[in-house]
């Protein structure tokens, strides 16, 4: 069983509406958790990185939120825009520890 | 600043050949590791490397072998391409790895590889 879950799988919104995508985790213990955005044919870029102490942290128009009691994070996506079209990747580290855990993905459509 | 660069982008086999999968950074990071993506999966780690002349075992190293003569460079050797190994595979690297690092991992643009 994939130690980081993520749903949902697919999403589809339009332009302008905001979307929250979920990240559950079981890793511990917990170090920090990162989520990256995945372009088509391209490798994953990083977003956002959260420690054990910080509960939101945004980027723009992302916002990520962490309970590292519940182990679960989200990531907020407001007024989206074509260009937010991608998968979205939650990714979890343990603490001393050389193995991320990745999530399968959120794979974002938003449509004009 | 080229990053972390990946090549070939495609490449076909046949079963039981052989083929090296070229990764190169020019951002000085120890740390470089290769990834492979498959549809519904999170990334797994096949091997890593945190600094010149030292590599590691990841989660799904069986069939795969790297080296690292150089910072610069990480190659992954597939020795007997199999079908199973139909996969899109990511090089990345980090100035310091170990999951802890507050600097972001660098990844390349992928090689997607098919076994046939």
């Known amino acids: 069983k994939n130690q980081v879950e993520q749903s949902p799988q697919s999403l589809i919104i339009l332009e302008g509406k905001n979307c929250t995508l979920q990240c559950n985790y079981t890793v511990s213990p917990f170090s920090n958790l990162r989520w990256y955005k995945q372009d088509t044919g391209r490798g994953p870029v990083s977003l956002t990185i959260?420690?054990?102490?910080?509960n939101t942290k945004s980027n723009g128009r992302y916002t990520a939120t962490l309970d590292a009691d519940t182990k679960q994070s989200s990531l907020h996506i407001t007024a989206s825009q074509l260009s937010d079209s991608a998968s979205y990747i939650c990714v979890v580290s343990a603490y001393n520890n050389n193995d991320m855990r990745f999530g399968a993905g959120t794979r974002l459509t938003v449509k004009p | 600043n080229a990053g972390v660069t990946q090549t070939p982008k495609f490449q076909v086999l046949k079963t039981g050949q052989s083929m090296t999968l070229q990764c190169a950074q020019d951002?000085?990071?120890?740390?470089m590791s290769w990834y492979r993506q498959d549809p519904g999966m999170g990334l797994r780690l096949i091997h890593y490397?945190?600094?010149?002349?030292?590599?590691d075992q990841g989660e799904v190293p069986n069939g795969y072998n790297v080296s690292r003569s150089t910072t610069e460079d990480f190659p992954l050797r597939l020795l007997s391409a199999a079908p199973s190994q139909t996969s899109v595979y990511f090089c990345a690297s980090s100035y310091s790895g170990l999951g802890r690092s507050d600097y972001g991992y660098t990844f390349g643009s992928g090689t997607r590889l098919t076994v046939v």
């Open positions: 959260m420690t054990f102490s910080e």
């Open positions: 490397s945190v600094g010149a002349g030292i590599t």
């Open positions: 951002m000085n990071h120890e740390y």
